[in-house]
């Protein structure tokens, strides 16, 4: 009997080790699933990333803007001691500032410029070549040429001169009513004689006047940057993101003489007019509106009885000038030029240098109150 139960007994062992055997070697499919409240299924979902506003770098715009910029050298007369005491550029760069960035006397100085034409223009500041006997340039790949002042104006600081060849590298021309405060700027040039320099910023402000050029009827509008800008950079290039031609740099805001965080440039809608003058004429051909004008302010808005705050006023009218012929009166308030807003008198005064002797402008006038557009036909200064 004892040995009919170890029978048993080890009968039933067997067949549960053989039954734990034969489930350990089954697929997981046939195991039981014990169940899993937090188990998620994975979703692979490939969301492009949004396009940034940044690029990535500059590379592509600095490869096409250099080799459109060159470095210019003159040779100049000696200036005299009361031109000095006239300079503007004193107030902005100091009593020993050399515009032209080499630390030598004034007889001879170095710069910038842009290659404006394939059969050789160039575009500078008139305060490179001022009073130049002798102007050297040398391109991007070191060859050097000597140079021609074609035609100089310095009302705007603008300069043209010239070499002699053909194929040479041009920049494509943005638009600067288009450019917009926050956008990516390079400023391309030679600041302290070091070669093809890039520098970048973004757009400070636009419009800025700085009086730079002694009033009157000089035309600052100047694009506003925090790229670095030295001397030496002067007649340099302010190019896009995408390496277009946005201005001339023209001047740093300082008075010890290097960067101290502003520089201005003047905006390539305005230099492409002079230039194109300059190039066909030897000199600007200027329209002029016929006024004296200034900016309205919350004050003064309040003495006219007006409820806007910005604009321009004409303060008085030029006998026989455009705007007298036209009907204009003193305290007229400007707030527009042909369907474009004009909230200050550096954009009145690019817009009109902009413009031709015998353009007709539509002004847009706030007269104590009552708007009214009044056609302007230009006339030459």
């Not at 600095?62 to 000095?84: C, D, E, K």
């Not at 990516?184 to 040039?189: N, P």
């Not at 300059?278 to 006219?304: H, W």
């Amino acid at each position: 009997m004892k040995q009919l139960f170890s029978l048993v007994l080890a009968g039933i062992v067997g067949g549960l080790i053989t039954l734990g055997g034969f489930s350990m070697l089954q697929p997981e499919a046939l195991l039981p699933q014990q169940p899993n409240a937090y188990a998620q299924a994975v979703k692979n979902i490939n969301v492009p990333a949004p396009p940034s506003a940044v690029p990535f770098d500059f590379k592509a715009a600095a490869a096409r803007a250099m080799p459109a910029v060159v470095h210019i050298s003159s040779l100049a007369q000696t200036a005299s001691n009361s031109s000095r005491d006239s300079d503007p550029f004193r107030f902005f760069f100091g009593d020993d500032f050399n515009p032209f960035g080499d630390g030598a006397p004034r007889q001879g100085g170095s710069g910038s410029g842009v290659i404006y034409s394939s059969d050789g223009y160039i575009i500078t500041n008139n305060h490179v070549v001022q009073s130049a006997g002798e102007v050297e340039v040398t391109l991007y790949d070191n060859r050097t040429f000597k140079a021609k002042v074609i035609g100089t104006d310095e009302k705007s600081d603008l300069a043209v001169i010239k070499i002699e060849g053909y194929d040479f590298p041009t920049l494509e021309l943005s638009n600067s009513d288009e450019a917009e405060i926050g956008e990516w700027v390079l400023a391309v040039g030679n600041p302290f004689d070091l070669t093809s320099t890039v520098t970048a910023g973004i757009i400070s402000a636009k419009g800025r006047s700085i009086n730079l050029l002694g009033g009157g009827r000089a035309i600052e509008s100047f694009i506003q940057t925090d790229a670095a800008v030295n001397p030496g950079n002067s007649g340099g290039a302010l190019v896009d993101a995408e390496g277009r031609l946005l201005g001339i740099n023209t001047a740093i805001a300082t008075r010890t003489g290097v960067f101290s965080g502003y520089s201005f440039a003047i905006p390539v809608n305005l230099v492409a007019r002079i230039a194109n003058d300059i190039i066909e004429y030897g000199s600007f051909k200027r329209a002029f509106l016929g006024v004296t004008i200034t900016d309205l302010d919350f004050d003064y808005a309040q003495e006219l009885g007006v409820q806007i705050t910005q604009g321009v006023v004409i303060e008085s009218l030029a006998d026989g000038g455009s705007a007298q012929y036209a009907g204009l009166q003193p305290k007229d308030i400007i707030v527009g030029v042909n369907g474009r807003e004009v909230k200050s008198v550096p954009e009145l005064q690019e817009i009109i240098g902009r413009a031709k002797a015998g353009d007709l402008v539509t002004l847009k006038i706030n007269r104590r109150g009552n708007v009214q557009e009044v056609p302007v036909r230009l006339k030459a200064g």
